[in-house]
Protein backbone atom coordinates (compact mmCIF):
# COMPACT_ATOMS: atom_id res chain seq x y z
CA UNK A 1 0.00 0.00 0.00
CA UNK A 2 1.29 3.32 -0.75
CA UNK A 3 2.55 5.19 2.40
CA UNK A 4 0.41 8.00 3.73
CA UNK A 5 3.16 10.42 3.59
CA UNK A 6 4.13 9.63 0.28
CA UNK A 7 0.28 10.74 -0.36
CA UNK A 8 0.21 13.98 1.46
CA UNK A 9 3.70 14.76 0.95
CA UNK A 10 3.41 18.82 0.18
CA UNK A 11 6.30 20.93 -2.53
CA UNK A 12 8.47 22.62 -0.17
CA UNK A 13 9.51 25.96 -0.81
CA UNK A 14 11.90 29.09 0.90
CA UNK A 15 12.58 32.27 -1.54
CA UNK A 16 15.23 34.36 -0.61
CA UNK A 17 16.66 36.39 -3.13
CA UNK A 18 13.76 35.35 -5.73
CA UNK A 19 14.91 32.08 -5.63
CA UNK A 20 13.01 28.88 -4.53
CA UNK A 21 15.29 26.19 -1.93
CA UNK A 22 15.42 23.75 -4.15
CA UNK A 23 16.94 26.49 -7.06
CA UNK A 24 19.17 27.70 -4.73
CA UNK A 25 20.66 24.48 -2.92
CA UNK A 26 20.03 21.79 -6.60
CA UNK A 27 17.63 19.43 -4.44
CA UNK A 28 15.21 17.32 -6.35
CA UNK A 29 12.15 17.48 -4.88
CA UNK A 30 8.93 15.81 -6.32
CA UNK A 31 5.89 17.35 -5.45
CA UNK A 32 2.87 15.26 -4.32
CA UNK A 33 -0.43 15.95 -3.58
CA UNK A 34 -0.61 19.53 -1.56
CA UNK A 35 -1.27 19.14 1.71
CA UNK A 36 -4.93 21.19 2.51
CA UNK A 37 -5.13 23.20 5.69
CA UNK A 38 -8.40 23.65 5.95
CA UNK A 39 -8.84 19.68 6.40
CA UNK A 40 -6.17 19.41 9.07
CA UNK A 41 -8.27 18.36 12.37
CA UNK A 42 -6.60 20.18 15.55
CA UNK A 43 -7.74 17.66 17.84
CA UNK A 44 -7.39 17.63 21.84
CA UNK A 45 -4.30 15.37 21.39
CA UNK A 46 -2.37 17.65 19.38
CA UNK A 47 -3.88 21.66 20.34
CA UNK A 48 -1.75 22.05 23.15
CA UNK A 49 0.89 21.01 21.05
CA UNK A 50 -0.06 23.44 18.32
CA UNK A 51 -0.47 26.49 20.45
CA UNK A 52 2.95 25.56 22.02
CA UNK A 53 5.28 25.58 18.67
CA UNK A 54 3.64 28.17 17.36
CA UNK A 55 4.30 30.45 20.26
CA UNK A 56 8.25 29.27 20.24
CA UNK A 57 8.77 29.37 16.84
CA UNK A 58 6.90 33.07 16.21
CA UNK A 59 9.10 34.48 19.17
CA UNK A 60 12.08 32.39 19.48
CA UNK A 61 14.23 34.83 20.83
CA UNK A 62 12.48 33.91 24.49
CA UNK A 63 13.33 30.10 23.49
CA UNK A 64 16.14 27.63 22.83
CA UNK A 65 15.54 26.89 18.96
CA UNK A 66 15.77 23.10 18.98
CA UNK A 67 12.72 21.10 20.10
CA UNK A 68 10.95 17.90 19.08
CA UNK A 69 7.18 16.28 18.03
CA UNK A 70 7.62 12.75 19.46
CA UNK A 71 4.88 10.50 18.39
CA UNK A 72 4.52 6.40 17.02
CA UNK A 73 4.24 5.57 13.66
CA UNK A 74 1.04 6.99 12.10
CA UNK A 75 -0.16 8.66 14.75
CA UNK A 76 -0.17 12.17 12.35
CA UNK A 77 3.10 13.92 12.45
CA UNK A 78 3.34 14.53 8.93
CA UNK A 79 0.02 16.13 8.69
CA UNK A 80 1.11 18.32 11.82
CA UNK A 81 4.03 19.45 10.13
CA UNK A 82 2.38 20.37 7.40
CA UNK A 83 -0.35 22.19 9.16
CA UNK A 84 2.61 24.56 11.24
CA UNK A 85 4.19 25.57 7.98
CA UNK A 86 0.95 26.56 6.75
CA UNK A 87 0.78 28.34 10.21
CA UNK A 88 4.37 29.88 10.18
CA UNK A 89 4.10 31.08 6.40
CA UNK A 90 1.70 34.24 6.80
CA UNK A 91 4.38 35.68 9.04
CA UNK A 92 7.57 33.89 8.40
CA UNK A 93 6.94 33.61 4.46
CA UNK A 94 9.55 31.93 2.60
CA UNK A 95 11.67 31.66 5.72
CA UNK A 96 9.78 28.58 6.63
CA UNK A 97 11.40 25.12 5.46
CA UNK A 98 9.48 21.78 5.59
CA UNK A 99 11.65 19.31 4.54
CA UNK A 100 12.63 15.21 5.18
CA UNK A 101 15.13 13.78 7.46
CA UNK A 102 17.05 12.45 4.35
CA UNK A 103 17.36 15.92 3.13
CA UNK A 104 19.17 17.56 5.89
CA UNK A 105 22.34 17.00 5.04
CA UNK A 106 22.27 17.92 1.52
CA UNK A 107 20.13 21.25 2.73
CA UNK A 108 23.29 22.34 5.03
CA UNK A 109 25.99 21.20 3.03
CA UNK A 110 24.19 23.03 0.01
CA UNK A 111 24.14 26.16 2.00
CA UNK A 112 21.22 25.67 4.40
CA UNK A 113 23.74 26.60 7.17
CA UNK A 114 24.28 30.38 5.47
CA UNK A 115 20.63 30.79 5.21
CA UNK A 116 20.78 29.65 8.56
CA UNK A 117 23.08 32.38 10.07
CA UNK A 118 21.23 35.01 7.68
CA UNK A 119 17.26 34.12 7.57
CA UNK A 120 16.27 34.00 11.03
CA UNK A 121 14.67 30.58 9.33
CA UNK A 122 12.18 27.69 10.97
CA UNK A 123 13.77 24.49 10.01
CA UNK A 124 10.43 21.78 10.46
CA UNK A 125 12.48 18.58 9.66
CA UNK A 126 9.71 15.52 9.15
CA UNK A 127 10.68 11.89 9.62
CA UNK A 128 13.85 12.85 11.48
CA UNK A 129 14.72 9.46 13.06
CA UNK A 130 16.97 8.03 10.20
CA UNK A 131 18.77 11.02 9.61
CA UNK A 132 19.24 11.46 13.55
CA UNK A 133 19.94 8.00 13.45
CA UNK A 134 23.52 9.14 11.54
CA UNK A 135 24.90 11.49 13.94
CA UNK A 136 26.67 8.96 15.94
CA UNK A 137 29.77 10.10 18.31
CA UNK A 138 32.42 12.53 16.00
CA UNK A 139 29.72 13.12 13.49
CA UNK A 140 27.49 15.62 15.30
CA UNK A 141 29.60 18.57 14.25
CA UNK A 142 27.43 19.72 11.40
CA UNK A 143 24.16 19.58 12.76
CA UNK A 144 24.95 21.54 16.04
CA UNK A 145 26.45 23.90 14.11
CA UNK A 146 22.84 24.47 12.05
CA UNK A 147 21.53 24.80 16.28
CA UNK A 148 23.85 27.27 17.02
CA UNK A 149 23.60 29.38 13.69
CA UNK A 150 19.76 29.34 14.62
CA UNK A 151 19.92 30.05 17.91
CA UNK A 152 22.49 33.14 17.59
CA UNK A 153 20.93 34.16 14.74
CA UNK A 154 16.33 33.64 16.28
CA UNK A 155 16.11 30.79 13.92
CA UNK A 156 14.16 27.52 15.23
CA UNK A 157 14.14 23.60 14.00
CA UNK A 158 11.76 21.51 14.76
CA UNK A 159 12.34 17.30 14.64
CA UNK A 160 8.80 14.97 14.04
CA UNK A 161 10.65 11.92 15.47
CA UNK A 162 9.18 8.30 16.65
CA UNK A 163 12.47 7.39 18.73
CA UNK A 164 13.45 9.22 22.63
CA UNK A 165 16.50 10.76 22.62
CA UNK A 166 18.59 7.85 24.74
CA UNK A 167 17.80 5.61 21.33
CA UNK A 168 20.33 7.40 19.17
CA UNK A 169 24.09 7.35 19.60
CA UNK A 170 24.45 11.01 20.28
CA UNK A 171 27.99 12.40 21.69
CA UNK A 172 27.90 14.88 24.34
CA UNK A 173 27.73 18.10 22.16
CA UNK A 174 24.54 17.22 20.68
CA UNK A 175 22.87 15.49 23.11
CA UNK A 176 23.53 18.19 25.37
CA UNK A 177 21.58 20.46 22.65
CA UNK A 178 18.42 18.02 22.78
CA UNK A 179 18.41 18.15 26.34
CA UNK A 180 17.97 21.86 26.37
CA UNK A 181 15.44 21.78 24.06
CA UNK A 182 12.26 20.26 24.78
CA UNK A 183 9.91 17.26 23.41
CA UNK A 184 5.97 17.36 22.73
CA UNK A 185 4.63 14.14 22.76
CA UNK A 186 1.47 13.99 20.59
CA UNK A 187 -1.50 12.05 21.99
CA UNK A 188 -4.90 10.43 20.84
CA UNK A 189 -8.01 12.39 19.86
CA UNK A 190 -11.12 12.41 22.21
CA UNK A 191 -14.04 10.10 21.35
CA UNK A 192 -16.15 13.10 20.27
CA UNK A 193 -13.57 13.95 17.75
CA UNK A 194 -13.08 10.40 16.14
CA UNK A 195 -15.75 10.84 13.45
CA UNK A 196 -14.29 13.75 12.32
CA UNK A 197 -10.73 12.61 12.09
CA UNK A 198 -12.86 9.45 10.37
CA UNK A 199 -14.27 10.95 8.06
CA UNK A 200 -11.07 13.48 6.98
CA UNK A 201 -9.10 10.56 6.67
CA UNK A 202 -11.28 8.78 4.15
CA UNK A 203 -11.17 12.17 2.09
CA UNK A 204 -8.07 12.18 1.73
CA UNK A 205 -8.28 8.45 0.66
CA UNK A 206 -10.50 9.41 -2.18
CA UNK A 207 -14.08 8.44 -0.74
CA UNK A 208 -16.52 9.84 1.74
CA UNK A 209 -18.96 8.36 4.29
CA UNK A 210 -22.22 9.09 4.70
CA UNK A 211 -23.63 9.54 8.55
CA UNK A 212 -24.99 6.14 8.72
CA UNK A 213 -22.24 4.87 8.29
CA UNK A 214 -20.23 6.97 10.34
CA UNK A 215 -22.20 5.78 12.97
CA UNK A 216 -21.63 2.26 11.71
CA UNK A 217 -18.30 2.84 12.74
CA UNK A 218 -18.13 4.79 15.54
CA UNK A 219 -19.57 2.12 17.52
CA UNK A 220 -16.86 -0.76 15.81
CA UNK A 221 -13.39 1.01 15.59
CA UNK A 222 -10.94 2.49 18.42
CA UNK A 223 -10.13 6.30 18.45
CA UNK A 224 -6.47 5.48 17.72
CA UNK A 225 -5.34 7.52 14.59
CA UNK A 226 -3.25 4.07 13.91
CA UNK A 227 -6.33 2.26 14.03
CA UNK A 228 -8.06 4.61 12.01
CA UNK A 229 -5.53 4.67 9.30
CA UNK A 230 -5.11 0.81 8.79
CA UNK A 231 -8.32 0.32 8.72
CA UNK A 232 -9.23 2.60 6.01
CA UNK A 233 -6.13 1.01 3.73
CA UNK A 234 -8.22 -2.18 4.19
CA UNK A 235 -11.25 -0.39 3.38
CA UNK A 236 -9.11 1.20 0.02
CA UNK A 237 -7.71 -2.40 -0.30
CA UNK A 238 -11.25 -4.43 -0.60
CA UNK A 239 -12.68 -1.87 -3.17
CA UNK A 240 -9.50 -2.44 -5.97
CA UNK A 241 -9.89 -6.47 -5.53
CA UNK A 242 -13.90 -6.68 -5.46
CA UNK A 243 -13.73 -3.56 -7.64
CA UNK A 244 -17.09 -2.66 -5.45
CA UNK A 245 -18.52 0.80 -3.97
CA UNK A 246 -18.01 0.78 0.00
CA UNK A 247 -21.04 -0.76 1.03
CA UNK A 248 -22.18 -1.77 4.91
CA UNK A 249 -20.76 -5.31 3.79
CA UNK A 250 -17.21 -4.39 2.45
CA UNK A 251 -17.14 -1.78 5.78
CA UNK A 252 -18.00 -4.72 7.68
CA UNK A 253 -15.46 -7.33 6.65
CA UNK A 254 -12.49 -4.71 6.63
CA UNK A 255 -12.83 -4.37 10.58
Do not use: W
Not at 163 to 172: A, I, Q
Request: glycine share 6%; aromatic share 8%.
Amino acid sequence: MEDEKDCIRASKRIDLGGKSISQQLGLSITPKLTFDPDRFVLHSGVRAVAEALLSRCLDVSKHYPLCSVVGENRSGKTHFAHYLASKLRPSHGDRVALLRGSELNEFVTDGGLVLAQEAQLVLLIDEADGILSQYSKGRSGTLVNVVEALRKHHGSIVFFRKNLVDEYSFDEHLLSRFQAGIEFPLEEPSRDEALELLQVMAIQRGFKFAESKLRFLEKRLSISIQEIESYLERVQLLTRVRDDKVNFSLLDDAL
